[in-house]
DNA sequence: CTACAAAACTAACAATTGTTAGTTTGTTTT
DNA sequence: AAAACAAACTAACAATTGTTAGTTTTGTAG
């Protein structure tokens, strides 16, 4: 029997280490050393650094692209989709906050296969989520704009969760929740 | 007389790299060679690689934090307050988007003292922010909600627009300001 | 034309990088 | 007990890093 275990172990502390520091200003020292062994033991486990980060990356990727995916079947309103991802994200970013920074920071370092793979979903995520936008404003759910301008601001607070949700921990999930929706989608100011 | 051309060429350099590559990314080497000379002659202008990076980040600090102190000085309401943030970061972002980038993704990178001073301004243009829109909310010119979330959610958009800008520079920016605001400020979905 | 300073160069350094080869240790299976 | 395997180790490699010392080139002021 394969043990996953130690692999997992590895690269979940990776991500810690990457989201700290970023990716370049870790060393697979580093890294060896908070597991508390050398680093070129590591190689038993990994086939390389680069790996570690396609794993951290491409497993958040996936994440996201398979709820949106969901999402995006439903059979519901606009507006109580952009919902959901909204709750997807909040999700994600508590379950696994470290990958999603890395996520965030860190894809540019991703060599050929990997990056395109990882560019490919997030144009999928992005345009699918352009399509329920765009949808929603054909149906008068949403105000008419440019899409674009939606799709981005929505999109720059989702991503940056992770940045902010530790600093705030004593806010509950229910709250967090609640009250992110209303404020992306119904604004701020009274009317 | 001195001749600044060269060192501010090379901090603008550095900021272009740095920011499509992320700081530890590039080397001395790297950035040389963009300017046609060889590593070593950069020493006759900077004193260090961090020296470069504290230049970028932390004159890019002092203009967002010039901005905000002299916004808050104003007898405006909030919410024009918060629209001339939003002006503020539109403008920054046009006029010097490599910089901005690079404040947000290598700031970590800084050492001891620059450190210090960055995450001091930081601090600063948060809770200079945060103070707008609590006295906002007490004149109820803004719904109440938990201020750090509207706090959280309006810079996590500002901070990125340098993302964004480049792939949509078709549009105006008087239109880009007007749809923001309306956006950031209002909501999206149809009351 | 000379003198001087600014800014380029070459060469080298010590440290750190990711990774490999070969070996030892410890556990599980037969 | 023997064999097989997983997972650690030591030692070393070639490449790259930021930076310094010392030298040469270039442009300008007297």
Chains 1, 2 share one sequence.
Not at 17 to 33: I, P
Not at 89 to 99: G, M, R, V
Not at 155 to 184: A, D, F, G, M
Request: glycine share 2%.
């Amino acid at each position: 029997m394969k043990n996953n275990d130690r692999k997992e172990q590895i690269v979940k502390t990776a991500a810690q280490l990457f989201r700290e520091k970023g990716y370049n200003a870790v060393s697979m020292r580093d890294l060896a050393k908070d597991l508390g062994i050398k680093a070129a033991s590591l190689y038993n486990h990994i086939s390389s650094k680069e790996a570690i980060l396609a794993e951290v990356i491409l497993s958040t990727a996936r994440d996201f692209t398979e709820h949106i995916d969901n999402t995006f079947l439903e059979e519901k309103s606009s507006v109580k989709k952009l919902e959901e991802i909204i709750e997807s994200h909040i999700d994600l970013t508590i379950e696994k906050a470290n990958f999603v920074a890395c996520l965030n920071n860190d894809w540019m370092h991703l060599e050929e296969k990997n990056l395109n793979d990882y560019i490919k979903m997030r144009n999928h995520y992005e345009s699918t989520l352009r399509k329920i936008i765009i949808k929603g404003m054909n149906l008068h759910e949403i105000e008419p704009q440019n899409p674009e301008l939606i799709l981005f601001s929505l999109l720059s607070t989702l991503r940056t969760l992770y940045l902010w949700y530790p600093k705030n921990k004593h806010i509950e999930k229910s709250v967090l929740s609640k009250e992110l929706k209303n404020n992306l989608l119904k604004g701020i100011i009274t009317i």
